[in-house]
Structure formats: structure tokens, C-alpha cells
């Protein structure tokens, strides 16, 4: 696992306890403004690294296309119910 999904873990624990803490009524007005705030701000920082994410791996995808240049992609080894590729 590397930083960004590290960071991605990290910020998807941080917006479920924002949420949590959110549905308790104890807290006072100016309370729940301020955890709306930070979810919020976990939410578009979450955004923000699941787009690098999903960049890299289309960056990833790309590269191994270009790599076979037109030559038949080799079969990938799917199991599909227990039943192996022969």
C-alpha cells in the first residue's frame, strides 16, 4: 500500500467519524457546523485523491497497451466458478 492509499484509508475513517459524530444531537449548533466543515473538507480531499488514483491506473493501462503494439494481448488468467483455463 503506498501514501495515496494510505491517505485515501486514512480520509475514509475520518468522514465516517465526522458522519458518526454528526448523528449524535448532543452537540450544539456551532458543533455540528464545524463537522460539516470537516467533512466536507475530508470528502473533497478524498475526491481529489481517488481521481490521482484513478489516473495512475489509467496512466498504468495505457502503458501496457502501447507496450504491444498492435500484437495480440496475452489471455488473462481468469478462474470463472473454480474452472481454470486450460
Known sequence: MDDLERTVELLRKSLAAAWRDLARSSSSAVDRREMRAQAK??????????????????????????DYDGRALPKPGFRFLGIADQ
Not at 473538507?41 to 495512475?56: D, G, N
Open 41 to 66: 473538507r475530508c470528502s473533497e480531499e478524498l475526491r481529489r485523491c481517488l481521481l490521482m488514483i484513478e489516473a495512475r491506473q489509467t496512466r498504468k493501462h495505457a502503458k501496457a497497451l502501447s
